[in-house]
């Protein structure tokens, strides 16, 4: 879907530190489609079920007060990748992660994606070699250790957020995109799509997670608010 070059850009990131206590489920499931209650059920592990529920509850949310439709009749629907469409009325992106989920609805925007992950988790050599590129492993080598290690996530999630906004995850080698920092924000420097329409931001969460957020928009850097979702009720800041 191609913006006007002229309507301005705005992305509205939600964060949720919700509760896992399954208390909360039936009420949030109330907000699903029957498709999703469905997908919840067959769910191993709680903290898996838990995770999907509120996360799509939390998309649902943001979605109806977009559209004026109830959540649970927000008509989403995945593309042959996969990935949830509205039709073309809105751009967005769910991520989730232990104790975290993250929601970007954004108007004006070509593509959007998000991603977080948890600041103190390891990442093993091996596995930043799978998606850093030649120059990035260089760089990483040259930090201090701690600094190293919140990098490689850092890393990551830009090119998972990235990755996500295009739809393609990772069918693509994250390799291909590659990022440096300019003034401490982070650049892409690589990468198939690599032009002035792209913008990337990591997202201060207030919590031990590292958000990312990636945009493509024509009429330059969007406006970008972020809010935390509180007490299920609509996203304050």
């Given at each position: ?85 509205l039709g073309d009325r809105l751009q967005f ?63 990551w999630t830009l090119k998972e957020s990235h ?75």
């Amino acid at each position: 879907m191609q913006q006007s070059e002229n309507q301005p850009a705005d992305i509205e990131i939600a964060l949720w530190r919700y509760s896992e206590n399954e208390g909360n489920w039936n009420r949030w499931m109330q907000s699903l489609s029957s498709h999703e209650r469905d997908r919840a059920a067959t769910y191993r592990f709680e903290r898996d079920r838990a995770s999907f529920i509120a996360g799509r509850y939390l998309l649902r949310q943001l979605l109806s007060l977009q559209t004026g439709i109830s959540p649970g009749k927000v008509p989403l629907s995945p593309d042959r990748h996969g990935k949830l469409r509205l039709g073309d009325r809105l751009q967005f992106s769910l991520a989730n992660t232990d104790g975290l989920v993250a929601v970007a609805v954004a108007s004006g925007c070509d593509h959007v994606g998000i991603d977080c992950e948890r600041a103190d988790i390891e990442i093993e050599e091996a596995a930043v070699d799978s998606y850093c590129s030649a120059e990035e492993r260089r760089w990483l080598m040259e930090l201090p250790a701690r600094e190293r290690a919140r990098t490689a996530i850092a890393l990551w999630t830009l090119k998972e957020s990235h990755l996500k906004a295009l739809g393609v995850g990772l069918r693509e080698d994250p390799r291909n995109i590659a990022f440096s920092w300019k003034d401490g924000i982070p650049v892409m420097v690589d990468g198939g799509d690599c032009d002035r329409r792209w913008h990337h931001r990591l997202v201060e969460s207030g919590s031990q997670h590292v958000v990312a957020l990636a945009a493509c928009a024509q009429s330059g850097l969007p406006g970008i608010s972020t809010n935390l979702f509180q007490n299920d009720s609509i996203p304050s800041e």
